[in-house]
């Protein structure tokens, strides 16, 4: 299917085990409302200047990407003692109660996906949003594996069985991984229908009656698919799951050279993250680039804090088991790129205010 285009950043990542609630308190006053999202925070919170268009940015890219409308949302960052105040459950940092989802953290693409698929009613079974969220969060501080399957798992499980079980009792990487193998082979449109028809409680039989109506083909075969998914070839009409990164703005070339340098503060509107009186939370800046063409680049880190600071570069194209995200150390790196698009996203405490810098010239 052809994505709508996004609005995304123009307009103007979380916990895997953050889970969805029923319930939660009433959030603070609306402090910013942006075209798609109201957004709130606890009294002593102070986002980064660029939170605010980042999480009002994601509800029209995941829409676009989905093929839907954007519809409009709430989040709330609160402190940790509202936080516990609220039916969430204890262990979480997110929740979300319908279209109005609720965190410790400055951001959370995950709880935001579940508020806006509860607008299409998409949340009934744990296991397809609970999959859902994992597979468009894409934000960790380090290099987990945007794409897990089931050789690194238990191979004797039946990930039929997942489907059965509540969001408490789920392996969050494996439906986020079934559910991003699904939307790579099959687009968007069958997961939204099939994702609308499930509900918790459901048995197998109607489940899988359900999969087979809707794909037209047995839910056992395909998870057989999955389990190799790793050895199957990347075909030009899989849908590709693009990280929000992706939907960044693009930094040209300079020549033969691309260059993205700043400080990482959260005084700057394309920064993302938080302060509070007694903590600063991780903070990201992503930018995108196009690759000209395929071959051989030196890429070249540079600046502070190294031990506290995460540079990845990753494509934006390609089926999912065939990513190939790169943490990026100081000093010089060899890396062979094919032409196309990708993000480097940059990840640290912004208080500190490091200056980061990202060199890439192809290499002979």
């Known amino acids: 299917m052809t994505r709508r285009p996004s609005l995304g950043w123009a307009l103007y990542l979380s916990s895997v085990g953050a889970l969805a609630c029923e319930d939660a308190v009433k959030p603070p006053a609306t402090a910013w409302s942006g075209i798609f999202l109201d957004y709130g925070q606890s009294e002593g919170l102070q986002p980064c200047v660029g ?188 849908f590709v799951v693009r990280p929000y990164d992706c939907d960044m703005p693009e930094i040209p070339w300079i020549g033969d050279t691309w260059v993205h340098s700043g400080i990482l503060s959260c005084d700057d509107d394309d920064v993302a993250g938080g302060l509070g009186p007694d903590q600063a939370w991780r903070s990201v800046r992503s930018v995108s680039l196009t690759v000209p063409q395929s071959g051989r680049y030196r890429v070249r880190r540079y600046g502070d804090g190294d031990d506290d600071v995460e540079v990845l570069i990753g494509d934006c194209f390609a089926c999912p088991w065939q990513h190939e995200d790169r943490r990026l150390t100081e000093g010089d790196a060899t890396l062979e790129l094919s032409a196309g698009t990708y993000f480097v996203r940059v990840v640290g405490s912004s208080d500190a205010a490091p200056l980061v810098g990202v060199v890439i010239t192809p290499k002979e």
């Not at 509860?118 to 999959?131: R, S, V």
Request: charged letters at 20%.
């Open 51 to 238: 939170t605010h268009a980042y999480a009002d940015g994601f509800v029209p890219f995941l829409a676009g990407e989905l093929g839907m409308d954007p519809t409009r949302a709430s989040y709330t960052w609160l402190n940790s003692g509202e936080y516990d105040a609220t039916d969430c459950p204890e262990a979480s940092s997110g929740c979300a109660m319908r279209t109005h989802a609720i965190s410790t953290y400055p951001f959370h693409l995950h709880e935001q996906v579940h508020s806006w698929a509860a607008a299409y009613d998409m949340n009934g079974l744990p296991f397809y949003t609970e999959g859902l969220a994992v597979a468009y969060e894409l934000f960790s501080d380090g290099t987990n594996p945007r794409y897990w399957h089931l050789p690194f798992a238990d191979p004797s499980q039946d990930l039929r069985e997942q489907m059965l079980l509540t969001a408490f009792e789920l392996d969050y990487p494996q439906a986020g991984a079934f559910v991003t193998f699904l939307l790579a082979r099959h687009g968007t449109d069958k997961f939204v229908e099939v994702s609308r028809r499930a509900r918790a409680g459901q048995d197998l039989v109607v489940i899988e009656q359900d999969f087979i109506e809707v794909y037209g083909v047995p839910l056992v075969d395909e998870v057989e698919r999955f389990r190799g998914s790793d050895e199957l070839p990347c075909e030009a009409s899989m």
